[in-house]
């Protein structure tokens, strides 16, 4: 059974809703920040960001600094080894709801 | 500790916003955002510290409907979107409205200037709503108090006066210190004082007036002189010359001209300065000192056989710890604090269960930060003295990885013993609430990186350097040459001493120190001697009067 784009996103949109209300949605983002922050992702990214920013004058607009960085943070991703962790508390999030 | 930015610098470029808010719609744009502000930030703890059956109301993009954890707000009307697909920008495209905000981080847009604006107003705004809540969520763990409220400081009117003629210097303190032969141990340790935001404001405050004081060997007058000094604007490097010579005459096992080590340096300082403190006690002191460095170390050891604890909590100026990292991933400051937080098995014969008294028994012993300092000084062991004979010590080189903020909740007692008992009533389920068990706010916990304090080489033939946060610039301090630089090249250094400071301070309730109240009450009393002489006088002159007639 192929499910449609549509359905794929209206899914997402329901299950990120019951992860927000019920509080999961933040714990598993503060528990991400802080493992980014200790492989030190968090202040690589402030770093580049700061420094492309500050070569140019006047200042750049966020979106054009949004849209610079990105791909250099994703990047950085590859070098975060709790990938793991995060993943195995979003899918217990996940199977709470499905089976209440 | 925000960094407002200087408007005589020209940095608050958006004339749009300083319009509106002296136009008629500044009421509701500030309402509009504090009340933004504090919704966010008491949704995000309700989330993360459940105390209350509280429902965790969530708003939906006006465009698309999808949920949105992190909403950007129109502070024109009601409207929240996300910012990812464009819809919020679009929203103050085609309805005019010009302003929305962050609320996680108080950022305000301007659509006109099409970017995220600063703003000193809402800047204050943001600080102010955001912390009233915090202080609303604290909750002491011993008591039933409330938090102290933060009051920001007005001047009245004898500070006006005194304020009118003062010049307004910019406040500089990249300033090298020579190296006097073998020194660099000193101008490292120096450097992190110079810089640390409390010790700065104590001594540039004139808390210790060098002029008055009446010590002799005085390393507080050793200190105000060198911060007047450092921040005096002037950048040729100076040279510590008279503070070396009286940390020499009150440290006699720091004299000579042999390299010492740094850690050393900083606990004898932080003695001699708390010693020559005007009012410092032996217990519970509150010299700048042991406000700014001190916290307590909670030590609990459990008789493995019948379960019994002993707990002592002891006083700590900074946390050593042992360089490791966890099994296979390299060692980060997270690694050091979980280890020296770990529960650890000692030797039947270091301890006797006074409750079973029986032999032989397994113990373990535990150590957890009962109570944070304002700055957390921090040491990893890198010189290992493995016997008597200090010319066998050995250096121990790994690279710590360290950030520049980090939450010490999880290395605090609350947490390390596993959550208080009954602190926590009406637990919301619990699904990934294990890791915060801790009543928060986070901003408690939270705290800056601003110096570190760098090692190279071998134990007798190494060199110190440091790095120094000055706002939100990194600077490197090579004794006299001082270089700017970058937060990556910082934290990539062979760092000996990191130097955090909280991000939000706590403030008790204000009492006069105790030594002006003695010096006060001596006024009174020596007036009262004095009237009394002059009516013996008095007396005697009328007593001398009469024995004439």
């Known amino acids: 059974m192929t499910v449609s784009e549509e359905q794929l996103q209206s899914l997402f949109a329901q299950l990120q809703k019951r992860m927000v209300d019920n509080g999961d949605w933040d714990k598993i983002l503060l528990t991400l920040t802080r493992e980014l922050n200790e492989a030190g992702w968090i202040d690589e990214v402030k770093n580049q960001c700061k420094e492309l920013a500050k070569q140019s004058n006047p200042p750049m607009s966020f979106q054009v600094l949004l849209d610079a960085t990105t791909p250099i943070a994703n990047e950085q991703l590859v070098l975060f080894k709790k990938k793991g962790l995060i993943e195995a508390l979003i899918r217990k999030s996940l199977d709470a709801q499905v089976e209440s | ?549």
């Not at chain 2, 507080?220 to 007047?228: G, I, K, Q, T």
């Open chain 2, 1 to 549: 500790m925000s960094d407002i930015s200087d408007q005589s610098e020209g940095s608050e470029r958006c004339t749009h916003i300083v319009e509106a808010l002296e136009g008629p719609e500044k009421v509701a744009l500030s309402g509009k955002f504090k009340t933004a502000s504090t919704w966010y930030f008491q949704r995000t703890h309700d989330s993360i510290h459940p105390s209350k059956r509280r429902k965790v109301a969530s708003p939906t993009c006006g465009t698309c409907s999808v949920t949105l954890p992190r909403p950007f707000v129109c502070l024109h009307c009601s409207y929240s979107g996300c910012w990812t697909r464009g819809h919020i920008r679009s929203h103050l495209r085609t309805t005019g409205h010009f302003f929305c905000a962050d609320p996680k981080t108080g950022r305000v847009f301007c659509s006109q200037c099409d970017n995220f604006i600063l703003n000193t107003t809402f800047e204050g705004l943001f600080s102010t709503a955001v912390l009233k809540a915090e202080e609303a969520e604290t909750r002491f763990q011993v008591t039933k108090k409330t938090r102290e409220a933060y009051k920001p400081w007005t001047s009245d009117e004898k500070d006006t006066t005194a304020l009118k003629d003062a010049i307004q210097i910019p406040c500089e303190s990249r300033r090298g210190l020579l190296n006097l032969g073998q020194t660099c141990f000193l101008n490292v340790v120096l450097q992190s004082f110079i810089h640390n935001p409390l010790l700065r404001n104590y001594f540039l405050s004139g808390k210790h007036n060098r002029a008055t004081c009446k010590n002799t060997d005085c390393t507080c007058c050793e200190f105000d002189n060198l911060f007047s000094e450092i921040y005096s604007g002037d950048t040729v490097p100076y040279g510590p010359i008279s503070f070396l010579a009286t940390t020499w005459r009150a440290s006699s096992e720091l004299s000579g001209y042999a390299q010492r080590d740094a850690h050393e340096f900083f606990i004898a300082a932080l003695n001699q300065i708390h010693a020559t403190s005007r009012g410092s006690t032996n217990v519970s002191c509150n010299c700048i000192i042991h406000t700014t460095f001190l916290g307590q170390l909670h030590s609990e050891v459990k008789c493995e056989r019948c379960g019994n604890t002993t707990s002592t909590v002891d006083p700590m100026l900074d946390i050593s710890l042992e360089v490791e990292g966890d099994k296979d991933s390299e060692a980060t400051l997270g690694s050091c604090l979980r280890r020296f937080t770990k529960p650890e098995t000692l030797g039947s014969k270091e301890y006797s269960c006074s409750k079973c008294k029986q032999a032989p028994h397994q113990v373990t012993k535990q150590l957890s930060i009962r109570e944070l300092p304002p700055v957390l000084s921090v040491q990893f062991k890198r010189f290992e003295h493995r016997t008597a004979d200090k010319t066998a010590a050995k250096k121990i080189d790994t690279r710590v990885r360290f950030p520049a903020a980090i939450n010490m909740a999880p290395y605090t007692t609350f947490v390390v013993s596993g959550g208080g008992k009954g602190a926590m009533k009406g637990k919301a389920k619990a699904s990934a609430s294990e890791s915060f068990p801790y009543p928060g706010p986070d901003a408690l916990y939270e705290y800056d990186l601003f110096a570190v304090i760098c090692h190279e080489g071998q134990i007798d033939n190494g060199h110190y350097t440091n790095f120094a946060r000055f706002r939100q610039e990194w600077y490197r301090f090579d004794d006299e040459k001082v270089t700017p630089t970058t937060l990556t090249q910082c934290l990539k250094s062979p760092a000996y001493m990191c130097f955090y400071v909280k991000k939000h301070l706590d403030y008790k309730p204000y009492m006069t120190p105790t030594y002006v109240l003695i010096r006060e009450t001596e006024i009174v009393k020596e007036r009262q001697r004095e009237k009394e002489k002059e009516l013996e006088r008095m007396k005697e002159v009328d007593n001398d009067i009469l024995a004439t007639i």
